[in-house]
């Protein structure tokens, strides 16, 4: 069978399994369209901006574990993919970026729409490829789909000059089912010394904790997490991406850790003698000052990624390998020294634990005759059972989100964590929708981040995407305001947002539902609605307490000991 280059495109696509391709066409990508009209296996979704595609299929691949595809042309449709490659990047979500370049014949002369997409994205893949003779395309589109799914995930982009698709050049299709990279060969299996060491130094542990991030959820790892966790009967804390890779509501639970993580949570670090860190990269916002990062423990660290161990914080016993199989191993060992060497009780530690966390950190002033925002993810939780998928965009509300909502299960919390990118909610509650088409989707937001990428909701009325939006609106940026309030002596510089729209009528001009809420009475019965228009995008416009911050909060800097406390608990607001 003899293709064009533009038909070994599609051909690929479909060879991969490839449900979606979310993406805009230009000049450059023409030929790959005009393929992809003439078939019907592989979806297109064309979305408003080049940035929403890229988010679209990163909340495809966040929900489903398998790969986004995003297809752009070349110069701003690549540039413009960027932020949304980026944010993949920083949290290891794989995707394939397929982005149009000029002709070889001018690339380097500065034609028309011609950027150098592979200098650019370098800095923000996991690999890129130009592909430089239509012989090499299925092979580089193999590589880049392998490279993106497997060891430590990430975005692969591949460059495709439009005359490699001339429609009217043709050659065999020959896509290889399985590929080798000789200088590429992730590790597939943890050290089973450095594994009994762990094991033994957990078991005769007398604080320890279980430090667990993306890494467990993007490796299919929950269920073993869970079993090792209720095995050692340790207490256990996540990651921003590790939410819901463990049960929230189970009293082993400890939380949300780091920056804005509970009372408990960062105590039980600060005051560890064994902390085990389980796919999870130690990021500045969960470590605070490096010097005073769990000062009394001993680390042990699991990731599928080598350049992640001792990257920020040395381990006592590194352990390189896939989260899910060096779980498993743990998970034997422990069953098997169990035996021969009696874990120590864990009482005192747990009577502890319980006394922080009878602090109740995140407690809030419940009378108020505003909407306060943790009353707002509280409800949506109530009336949503927890079995949301929920995205959400970045600031304030995407904190209380975290805090307030308990995820019980992985692929759930949707959210950009290490580039904290606004604007994602939308389009990435776009791809997850279209991945899972009966369930309840919903993006969290505020007014400053939807309003980045809001004219995705012509997407959701093109594809009747039944998303629920719920705005938090405070009328400020206001993780923004938070911190001039706190560091700036409250110098509200450019944080708060004017000339705001009416949401609900924005809302209605794009075919869709709006409302409004302003009174803590009216909340539960307005989100029930909301939600029970089951085949209906409704974009719900909370408005919010716009005084509120997020407690608790730990200052850049410092260590886990040292939190800024919700004013409702105490008149002391910092404890040492």
């Given at each position: ?265 960062n105590m039980a670090m600060h005051k560890a003698d064994v902390l085990v860190a389980i796919g999870a990269r130690f990021d500045d916002r969960v470590t605070g000052k490096i010097e005073q990062f769990c000062p009394n423990a001993k680390i042990i660290h699991v990731d599928i990624d080598p350049a992640s161990i001792s990257k920020t914080i040395r381990p006592d016993i590194p352990i390189v390998g896939p989260v899910k199989q060096v779980l498993g191993d743990m998970i034997e060992t422990w069953k098997e020294n169990a035996r021969e060497l009696e874990p120590k009780p864990l009482d005192k530690w747990w009577e502890q634990i319980e006394a922080w966390r009878a602090m109740h950190c995140l407690k809030y002033e419940t009378n108020s005759e505003k909407i306060k925002p943790q009353e707002c993810v509280e409800t949506l939780y109530r009336v949503t059972g927890g079995e949301l998928f929920l995205t959400s965009d970045v600031g304030q509300h995407q904190m209380w989100a975290a805090q307030y909502y308990k995820f019980t299960q992985p692929r759930r919390w949707i959210n ?161």
């Amino acid at each position: 069978m003899e293709l064009s280059g533009g038909e070994i495109v599609i051909r690929a696509l479909r060879d991969e399994g490839v449900e979606y391709v979310f993406g805009y066409p230009g000049g450059a990508v023409l030929h790959i369209y005009d393929a992809l009209f003439q078939q019907d296996e592989v979806r297109h979704i064309l979305v408003r901006h080049e940035q929403a595609a890229a988010h679209a299929a990163d909340g495809y691949a966040r929900s489903t574990g398998k790969p986004g595809v995003v297809l752009v042309t070349s110069g701003p449709g690549a540039t413009n993919a960027v932020t949304g490659i980026a944010t993949a990047y920083m949290d290891s979500i794989p995707m394939v970026v397929l982005t149009g370049q000029v002709p070889r014949a001018v690339i380097g002369s500065d034609a028309f729409q011609e950027v150098d997409t592979v200098g650019i994205t370098r800095p923000c893949v996991k690999h890129n490829f130009l592909v430089k003779s239509l012989d090499e395309l299925a092979l580089t589109l193999k590589k880049a789909f392998y490279i993106a799914t497997s060891g430590r995930p990430g975005p692969v982009v591949v460059d495709i000059p439009k005359d490699v698709t001339d429609p009217n050049v043709k050659i065999p299709y020959e896509y290889p089912e399985k590929i080798e990279i000789r200088s590429y060969h992730p590790v597939e299996k943890g050290h089973h010394g450095q594994i009994r060491q762990a094991i033994k130094l957990m078991q005769q542990a007398e604080r320890p904790i279980i430090y667990s991030g993306g890494g467990v959820v993007l490796g299919e790892a929950s269920e073993e997490l869970t079993e090792l966790t209720r095995l050692s009967g340790f207490p256990i804390t996540n990651t921003l991406m590790g939410l819901g890779s463990y049960p929230a509501t189970d009293r082993q639970f400890l939380g949300m850790l780091g920056m804005h993580g509970t009372y408990e949570a960062n105590m039980a670090m600060h005051k560890a003698d064994v902390l085990v860190a389980i796919g999870a990269r130690f990021d500045d916002r969960v470590t605070g000052k490096i010097e005073q990062f769990c000062p009394n423990a001993k680390i042990i660290h699991v990731d599928i990624d080598p350049a992640s161990i001792s990257k920020t914080i040395r381990p006592d016993i590194p352990i390189v390998g896939p989260v899910k199989q060096v779980l498993g191993d743990m998970i034997e060992t422990w069953k098997e020294n169990a035996r021969e060497l009696e874990p120590k009780p864990l009482d005192k530690w747990w009577e502890q634990i319980e006394a922080w966390r009878a602090m109740h950190c995140l407690k809030y002033e419940t009378n108020s005759e505003k909407i306060k925002p943790q009353e707002c993810v509280e409800t949506l939780y109530r009336v949503t059972g927890g079995e949301l998928f929920l995205t959400s965009d970045v600031g304030q509300h995407q904190m209380w989100a975290a805090q307030y909502y308990k995820f019980t299960q992985p692929r759930r919390w949707i959210n950009s964590g290490g580039l904290g990118t606004m604007g994602f909610g939308l389009p990435a509650a776009m791809g997850v929708q279209l991945a899972h088409p009966d369930a309840e989707v919903a993006c969290i937001t505020g007014e400053a981040s939807i309003q980045m990428c809001i004219q995705e909701m012509a997407t959701c009325m093109q594809y009747g995407l039944p998303i629920k939006v719920v705005l938090m609106n405070n009328g400020y940026m206001g993780m923004v305001r938070q911190w001039q309030e706190f560091f700036y002596e409250s110098r509200y510089s450019h944080s708060y947002v004017d000339a705001l729209p009416d949401f609900v009528k924005m809302a209605e001009s794009y075919g869709h539902i709006g409302m409004r809420v302003e009174n803590p009475a009216d909340l539960e019965a307005a989100m029930k609605e909301a939600f029970g228009r089951k085949d209906r995008f409704v974009f719900l416009d909370v408005v919010v307490d716009p005084a509120e911050n997020v407690y608790p909060m730990i200052e850049a800097g410092k260590p886990h000991n040292q939190m800024h406390l919700s004013p409702y608990l105490s008149s002391e607001r910092e404890l040492a």
